[in-house]
């Protein structure tokens, strides 16, 4: 299955024309920090909570729930961070 993102070192391009199909519900074996890298009207959601409008206020993102993109208008460009077990908040 490919990826419905393009990446750049940290930074992960969700492009306009991405199917709704393809942002599904998944979970990384990971912590994460995410950030939108511009305004945006994308929203994120962690399992069993409400969708929040992306900002560049950084998201802290569990290992292990379950989560999703919702899209909006335009492209987003959003920066991951994986978090080592040391780092996380």
């Known amino acids: 299955m490919s ?3 393009l990446e750049e070192k940290d930074t992960r391009i969700f492009l306009q024309g991405v ?3 393809e942002l599904v ?3 990384d ?3 994460r ?3 939108a890298l511009h305004t945006t009207d994308w ?3 962690l399992d069993n909570e ?3 409008v992306l900002s560049e206020k950084e998201l802290f993102i569990p290992k292990e729930t379950y989560h999703r ?3 909006g208008t335009g492209d987003l460009k959003l920066r991951v961070k994986k978090l080592r077990p040391d780092e996380t908040t």
Do not use: A, G
């Open 33 to 35: 920090l995410i950030k």
């Open 43 to 45: 929203q994120f959601q």
């Open 19 to 21: 199917s709704d199909f």
């Open 50 to 52: 409400t969708p929040q």
């Open 29 to 31: 074996k990971e912590d």
């Open 25 to 27: 519900w998944h979970r």
């Open 3 to 5: 990826k419905p993102y």
């Open 69 to 71: 993109l919702i899209k």
